[in-house]
Nanobody
Framework: QVQFVESGGGLVQPGGSLRLSCAASGFTLSSYSMSWYRQAPGKERELVAAITTTGVRTNYADSVKDRFTIARDNAKNTLYLQMRSLEPEDSAVYYC???????????WGQGTQVTVSS
């Protein structure tokens, strides 16, 4: 059974940083590209960042480019998202899933809430 457990969110002031983690199970993480998504209230879920199986290639939404960094540790079955220079517009629930341009699995974790506010 595929499972994702996201963590690391919280309340942070504009300009602050957070590091999100995603613990994946039920599949061989090293065989899949992985990605982070986010969904703000009233908006559709959007792809934020993606990383290939070995981490050689990454891709970012224009809105987070140069501020967010996606990384993975295949030995720990864990995906990370380092977020810097956070803006109120980054406030959302963040999710992870397998895939490069879209989610590979139908199942989703509970997500982790990121709130950027002064």
């Amino acid at each position: 059974q595929v499972q994702f457990v996201e963590s690391g969110g919280g309340l942070v002031q504009p300009g602050g940083s957070l590091r999100l983690s995603c613990a994946a199970s039920g599949f061989t993480l090293s065989s899949y590209s992985m990605s982070w998504y986010r969904q703000a209230p009233g908006k559709e879920r959007e792809l934020v960042a993606a990383i290939t199986t070995t981490g050689v290639r990454t891709n970012y939404a224009d809105s987070v480019k140069d501020r967010f960094t996606i990384a993975r540790d295949n030995a720990k079955n864990t995906l990370y998202l380092q977020m810097r220079s956070l803006e109120p517009e980054d406030s959302a629930v963040y999710y992870c899933n397998a895939g490069w341009r879209g989610p590979y699995f139908d199942s989703w974790g509970q997500g982790t809430q990121v709130t950027v506010s002064s």
